[in-house]
């Protein structure tokens, strides 16, 4: 008999600032255009939280409560809670402690992940882990991001790429063997100078001249990291589908990190997986970092049946990157 546990998704909710920046507006504050943001990126608008004294921890809260309301539970009921994010509200305490404080939760143990545009699926294997040890029954796994925090509006290379966003998943312990199955997880520091934020950790604290020079803003050699990320998330999907024997007509779902359409293009070709089974959102949202992944999950929740295979891929700063093969878990009410 088998006594392994399957920790499995049993419900999804997200939370989206209503302020959106348009590629229009940018091109108004920027030396830019929709037509060159749109065929470049494939985004269109993003979602900004413009109130200035809101932090990551704000969104994440408003996703977390929207799914205990969805799965009619009491914050004091989540006994985990790992949210991924590069824009914590401060160093520290930790985001995840400050959703406790806002959602009413004091039983949970909590802190977060920082990595980065894969942080999302390492905290999703973490999540997983808590459950699979069978010491714990309710994990909360959130990817939230207030990118607008670290973006320079001066800078077209960037600016046109970020929106803000939150989205959380709630694990328990399948009743079979449906849920997530298996995930890989890499790492490879030769990205270390191509996408970074420079300044306001201990190696280079915040000074008159690290906001002078704009070090509190996120860099990136775009280019370079394009290339990288396309192979990076193409080569763990294709590693993935070989481990488990599954074909791209296996495949229900490829569920990409929303970095740039093109990269999502160029992964379902790769894998040739049929762009009709890749989920895409990137449009309306931009690259919200550690929140792209689940907010796919939830906006394509009412479209996935019980036992369908998909696949989560994801590739970010460090590089960090992977891909997670879950077993859907539930059909919509
Ligand atoms: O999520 C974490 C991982 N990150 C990624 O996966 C991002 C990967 N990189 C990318 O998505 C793309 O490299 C970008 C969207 C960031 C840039 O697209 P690109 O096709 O690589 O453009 P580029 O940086 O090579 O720039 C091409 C040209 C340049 O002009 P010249 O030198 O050819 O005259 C840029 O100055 O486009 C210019 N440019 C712009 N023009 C209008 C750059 N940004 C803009 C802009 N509007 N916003």
Redesign the pocket.
Known sequence: MNNQIYPCITGVAAWLPPDRLTNELLASM????HE??AS??GIEERRILKDKDLGTSYMASHAVMNLLEKKGMEADEVEVIICATITPDMMFPNTANLICDRIGARKALAFDMLS??AGFLYALETGCNYIRSGRYKKVIVVGADKMSSITDYED??SC??FGDAAAAVLLEPSPDEDGIIDTILRCDPVGKDL?YLKAGGSARPASLETVQNKEHFFY?D??R??KY?VQGMAAVSQEMMQKHHLTNEDIDYLIP?Q??LR?IEATAQMTNIPLEKVTINIQKYG?T?AATIPLCIWEWENDFRKGQNILLAA???GFVWGATYLRWAYNPD
């Open positions: 920027v030396d830019t255009s060159w943001i470049r990126t980065a545009c077209r290379n046109i790429l996408i990136q775009g280019k990291v394009f990320a990190h970095a740039n990269i690259n970092t590739f970010g700063a």
